[in-house]
């Protein structure tokens, strides 16, 4: 375990203090471990996937930034059953590369979507097409009270962005999902070509963002920011992207403070034109989160 780690390096927002310990476990027993550890120390703990749907506090996180390694980032193929085996750390362009590549289809939607496969079934991760819920059969989870779990995907009560995860500090250890449509590897790996084509014709081309910053309410969140002709606004280091009004892109040197008065600006100005009131995507991390809240993200 590493100490005063910075987090602007764990995040695609390149924002955040230190976390004064970063911990990597690759097995159950090391995280069970670890876990144990924090509980009989009363150390905050955050689990952190591929940090793309998340914006760290300027002070940093005081107890322990989690993210799963080794074992958790296996991916195994059952032909016989027709089902994946994806670890909870695994990123979710590398299973959809990898059942490409063995002919099977249904994953290319996750081609572009920078996170890992436990923050996706988390909150049901997907494009206006496709959702993690449509492949999802079952989850195996870890309960810090009471150990390992396996979940139907029925149980997990997924929805547009959510599922029962949200409200609880399980962690997923591994998904199943079924086969979608066998097809040669040439078509898949052109139809993961297009979908990141498509995608990055309508995404800001500066990489340091965190994807959509709000859920779709009756219009695109986007829309209702760009109606209110908040597209380019600045805020010090962050802005509200021209490509796409519903991503803040930090143009170099933004804080954690610069982008969530963006948040709230964005926020105040869609409810007042439209009644809307936006709802975020993405997860603030304060310095002393409770231990007692449910902690993980992208």
């Known amino acids: 375990m590493d100490e005063n780690v910075p987090l602007k390096n764990k995040c695609t927002y390149h924002i955040g203090g230190e976390a004064r310990y970063f911990a990597t476990p690759g097995s159950l027993d090391e995280l069970e471990q670890l876990l144990d550890d924090c509980k009989k120390s009363e150390t905050p703990w955050f689990l952190l996937g591929a940090g793309s749907n998340v914006l760290f ?7 322990v930034v989690i993210r799963l390694a080794g074992a958790f980032k296996e991916i195994v193929f059952d032909d016989a059953a027709e089902r994946v085996v994806a670890g909870g750390a695994a990123r979710l362009p590398y299973l959809s590369r990898t059942c490409a590549k063995r002919g099977i289809g249904g994953f290319e939607f996750l081609c572009d979507i920078p996170g890992t496969v436990g923050a996706a079934v988390r909150i049901n991760a997907g494009t206006r097409e496709h959702e993690i819920k449509d492949r999802l059969l079952s989850v195996k989870v870890l309960d810090p009270e009471e150990g390992v779990r396996t979940l139907t995907a029925e149980e997990l009560q997924l929805g547009y962005r959510r599922s029962m995860l949200l409200e609880r500090r399980w ?63 600045r805020i010090g280091g962050a802005m509200i992207a021209e490509e796409h009004a519903n991503w803040i892109v930090n143009v170099g040197d933004a804080t954690a403070a610069d982008v969530k008065a963006l948040i709230e600006l964005a926020q105040s100005s869609v409810y007042e034109r439209f009644g809307v009131m936006l709802q975020r995507e993405v997860e603030y991390v304060d310095v002393g989160a409770s231990r007692e809240t449910p902690r993980s993200a992208g």
């Open 57 to 63: 506090s300027d002070d940093g996180f005081s107890g």
């Open 171 to 233: 962690i997923v250890l591994e998904a199943h999902f079924s086969y979608g449509c066998r097809a040669s590897r040439a078509a898949l790996l052109e139809a993961m070509a297009a979908e990141r084509r498509a995608r990055k014709a309508k995404q800001p081309a500066n990489p340091r963002n965190c994807g959509s910053v709000f859920k779709g309410a009756e219009r695109p969140a986007g829309w209702y920011i760009e109606q209110c002709g908040l597209k380019g606004c």
